[in-house]
């Protein structure tokens, strides 16, 4: 049992039939009247974020999420292969079960399976990949100051900005979190 008193950023727990996650917590205690607990909770099958209120003494079950490292193995059309590396048991899952930070995952890169009482419902790739451009304009000598961006085309098809100097060919370090271009590799 998790009571509401002892709330942590991370924390899972069961309430209403969801699992919920504590994004961030905050415990008040006002001049007049009793304390409580204000939440902001991720739904972590729905990915709903709402805002709520407990009191401290509030008791729900803990729910514990799983997390196991697979790799990537192929797609045919609507279903995703995954490899469990320990026992090589294969797991298909659908599309919607991959989030839109799945764009630049490869074959063969090792993803995050996460589930709940056996049901999958995320898939978290690595935070940072490295992809080459396979297309992008061309750079010209000297457009390094500017801070302006163009589009480039990864090998897994994912767009993303990059600075004027980054050429195909490139190979480039990504933050799947935000799609943003770190730097080159």
Known sequence: MVVAGDFKNGVTFEMDGNVLQVIEFQHVKPGKGAAFVRTKLKNVITGAVVERTFSPTDKFENAYVERKDMQYLYNDGELYYFMDMETYDQLPLNKD?????????????????????????????????????TDTEPGFKGDTAT???????????????????????????????????????
């Open 97 to 133: 079960k991959l989030g839109d930070d799945f764009r630049f995952v490869k074959e063969n890169m090792m993803c995050r399976i996460v589930s709940y009482k056996g049901n999958v419902f995320a898939v978290e790739p690595p935070t940072f990949v490295e992809l080459e451009v």
């Open 147 to 185: 801070g302006t961006t163009k589009p480039a085309t990864l090998e897994t098809g994912a767009v993303i900005k990059v600075p004027l100097f980054v050429n195909t060919g490139d190979i480039l370090k990504v933050d799947t979190r935000t799609g943003e271009y770190l730097s080159r590799a």
